[in-house]
């Protein structure tokens, strides 16, 4: 339970847990919403399925949803290998962007990633996603380089900036 956060004009209460495979769909219902290029089901039941084992330092993709009175808003993919966090997705429904939520999400992954002994933290992101742009820059992650046609895109193929922060 993250408690009583202030988002945008609205003080609510948010929970955050660990998905399980029964979330599956809404996960992937929400990232349709939110992404050109969705995960499917399949792999968010297969990701929340995962139970992590971050006794070895290292622990393979987990999910952690944030809700809001029982409805899931959004969602953090991160994995962790040896002192190398990474971010795999964030999403957040479209009735809750805009408020905060994927703040929450990303300050709680960096912070489960640092406490389980990580040093960096590494993410992509498309290079025309200013919003998730801006908000890795508000938690300053540095630019490192360009994926030349890394992601699909209506147009062809679309580059990825490489991002990084030290933990």
Not at 79 to 91: F, K, P, T, W
Not at 98 to 112: D, T, W
Request: contains cysteine; proline residues 4%.
């Amino acid at each position: 339970m993250v408690g009583f956060t202030t988002l945008g004009k609205a003080a609510l209460n948010c929970t955050l847990r660990a998905a399980v495979p029964d979330d599956a769909n809404n996960l992937a219902t929400i990232d349709l919403a939110a992404s050109d290029h969705p995960w499917t089901e399949a792999q968010y039941i297969s990701i929340s399925a995962a139970v992590p084992k971050a006794s070895s330092g290292s622990f393979s993709e987990t999910v952690q949803l944030l809700e809001m009175d029982g409805e899931i808003c959004g969602f953090v993919v991160y994995s962790l290998v040896m002192d190398e966090g990474s971010i795999h997705n964030i999403a957040v429904s479209p009735a809750w962007q805009g408020q905060g939520m994927a703040r929450i999400l990303l300050r709680e992954a960096l912070k489960v990633l640092r406490n389980h002994g990580a040093l960096r933290c590494l993410l992509e992101v498309r290079i025309s996603n200013t919003v998730a742009r801006g908000l890795y820059d508000s938690f300053e992650f540095q630019q490192d380089g360009i994926r030349k046609k890394y992601y699909p895109s209506p147009n062809g193929r679309e580059d990825a900036l490489l991002m990084s922060k030290s933990l």
